[in-house]
């Protein structure tokens, strides 16, 4: 399978032309829209490696991210940044080259945050090898790190190790009435305690927070905060992994808006919806250009970043612009991986590569 990826990529730099690299295309309709030859991953798929003593897992690209989650949980572990599927083909590689996060990433860490080791396939055919399967062997510059939230731009992914963690012994999920403004300033008080909260969500008047850990450290952060028992508490965090919550049910355009915690409410028209303790905050509203610029400005002035998460005109540019001093250190780092410019060309910007990171 390597060889045959190698005369492809090889190929299409000859002649020029753009390669498509897709797994189960779970989330083909994320960044800008995908162009040339399809390249599948699918056929290198399978789990190399996975002790969990060591808590590391090793798969190729095209695995399913079903088939390594139902591996991990027979040892109750996880994938602690809650990688959602959007789909039964979800692969590895996807998680990976997408960096898209679910309710635990705040309190857990990000896609980048787990990235341990990574092989991968350059636009000259040759196989790299950064990082490892141990937590303290990574010696100078992490490009495995790097390659988290690529999109595919810099290389094909063809193997991935990464850091899992143990499931939580006890989970508690609490809801509490308030308005955007109350909730957020209740959550950035409760961010300075010791308490096991692992998702928060605001939403329509109601903060919901799930907290995770200890039998006795959940049950002091229960007594402690209050609250009601929130009810079906699986089903709610689920639909907000995998975007089932009736918020995300409208077709519309769909922001995502990465800000301070500590911001207060942007008064943006269009329905919120809060998640990462006021870190990411989802916003419906127009996709047009003037709409674009007036929400980026007032995001960038609160000290954040938007994305034109799902819908909308994605001429006005689905990332935020990036500074042009970090445009450049992108465009180089394209040059130096993909000198030919292979690989989802124009996926996130004009010849550069890298997503600006959340909660960075």
Same mark, same amino acid.
């Given at each position: 399978?390597?060889?045959?990826?190698?005369?492809?990529?090889?190929?299409?730099?000859?002649?020029?032309?753009?390669?498509?690299?897709?797994?189960?295309?779970?989330?083909?309709?994320?960044?800008?829209?995908?162009?040339?030859?399809?390249?599948?991953?699918?056929?290198?798929?399978?789990?190399?490696?996975?002790?969990?003593?060591?808590?590391?897992?090793?798969?190729?690209?095209?695995?399913?991210?079903?088939?390594?989650?139902?591996?991990?949980?027979?040892?109750?572990?996880?994938?602690?940044?809650?990688?959602?599927?959007?789909?039964?083909?979800?692969?590895?590689? *996807?998680?990976?080259?997408?960096? &898209? =996060? +679910?309710?635990?990433? %705040?309190? #857990?860490? @990000?896609? /980048?945050?787990?990235?341990?080791?990574?092989?991968?396939?350059?636009?000259?055919?040759?196989?790299?090898?950064?990082?490892?399967?141990?937590?303290?062997?990574?010696?100078?510059?992490?490009?495995?790190?790097?390659?988290?939230?690529?999109?595919?731009?810099?290389?094909?992914?063809?193997?991935?190790?990464?850091?899992?963690?143990?499931?939580?012994?006890?989970?508690?999920?609490?809801?509490?009435?308030?308005?955007?403004?109350?909730?957020?300033?209740?959550?950035?008080?409760?961010?300075?305690?010791?308490?096991?909260?692992?998702?928060?969500?605001?939403?329509? *008047?109601?903060?919901?927070?799930? &907290? =995770? +850990?200890?039998?006795? %450290?959940? #049950?002091? @952060?229960? /007594?402690?905060?209050?609250?009601?028992?929130?009810?079906?508490?699986?089903?709610?965090?689920?639909?907000?992994?995998?975007?089932?919550?009736?918020?995300?049910?409208?077709?519309?355009?769909?922001?995502?808006?990465?800000?301070?915690?500590?911001?207060?409410?942007?008064?943006?028209?269009?329905?919120?919806?809060?998640?990462?303790?006021?870190?990411?905050?989802?916003?419906?509203?127009?996709?047009?250009?003037?709409?674009?610029?007036?929400?980026?400005?007032?995001?960038?002035?609160?000290?954040?970043?938007?994305?034109?998460?799902?819908?909308?005109?994605?001429?006005?540019?689905?990332?935020?612009? &990036?500074?042009?001093?970090?445009?450049?250190?992108?465009?180089?780092?394209?040059?130096?991986?993909?000198?030919?410019?292979?690989?989802?060309?124009?996926?996130?910007?004009?010849?550069?590569?890298?997503?600006?990171?959340?909660?960075?």
């Amino acid at each position: 399978m390597i060889e045959q990826f190698r005369a492809r990529i090889l190929a299409a730099g000859a002649a020029g032309t753009a390669l498509r690299l897709r797994g189960g295309g779970t989330k083909d309709w994320y960044g800008q829209a995908p162009a040339g030859e399809l390249l599948d991953t699918r056929a290198y798929a399978g789990i190399v490696d996975y002790e969990p003593t060591e808590l590391v897992i090793t798969a190729r690209c095209g695995t399913p991210l079903a088939e390594i989650e139902a591996a991990l949980a027979e040892k109750r572990q996880m994938l602690a940044f809650e990688p959602p599927h959007f789909g039964p083909g979800a692969t590895i590689g *996807g998680v990976v080259a997408s960096a &898209l =996060s +679910g309710p635990r990433r %705040a309190s #857990a860490g @990000a896609v /980048r945050d787990f990235m341990l080791g990574a092989v991968l396939m350059d636009g000259k055919g040759e196989v790299l090898t950064f990082g490892g399967q141990v937590m303290k062997n990574v010696a100078g510059y992490d490009v495995s790190r790097l390659l988290a939230g690529s999109l595919g731009t810099l290389g094909l992914i063809l193997q991935v190790s990464l850091k899992v963690l143990p499931l939580p012994l006890c989970v508690a999920s609490l809801r509490f009435e308030a308005d955007e403004i109350a909730a957020l300033r209740m959550l950035n008080e409760w961010a300075g305690r010791p308490l096991p909260i692992s998702a928060s969500c605001w939403h329509d *008047g109601a903060l919901s927070v799930r &907290l =995770s +850990g200890a039998d006795a %450290a959940v #049950a002091a @952060a229960r /007594r402690e905060l209050g609250g009601e028992e929130l009810a079906d508490a699986a089903a709610f965090w689920a639909s907000l992994r995998e975007q089932t919550h009736a918020f995300f049910a409208d077709a519309g355009p769909l922001w995502r808006l990465s800000l301070p915690p500590a911001a207060s409410a942007i008064i943006l028209k269009g329905e919120h919806l809060v998640e990462w303790g006021g870190a990411q905050r989802w916003l419906k509203a127009g996709g047009d250009a003037a709409t674009a610029a007036g929400i980026r400005g007032s995001v960038a002035a609160a000290g954040g970043h938007a994305v034109l998460f799902r819908g909308g005109d994605k001429g006005v540019g689905v990332f935020h612009p &990036l500074a042009p001093a970090v445009a450049g250190i992108h465009q180089r780092l394209k040059l130096a991986f993909d000198p030919a410019g292979v690989f989802n060309p124009g996926r996130m910007y004009p010849a550069v590569s890298v997503q600006p990171d959340l909660l960075s």
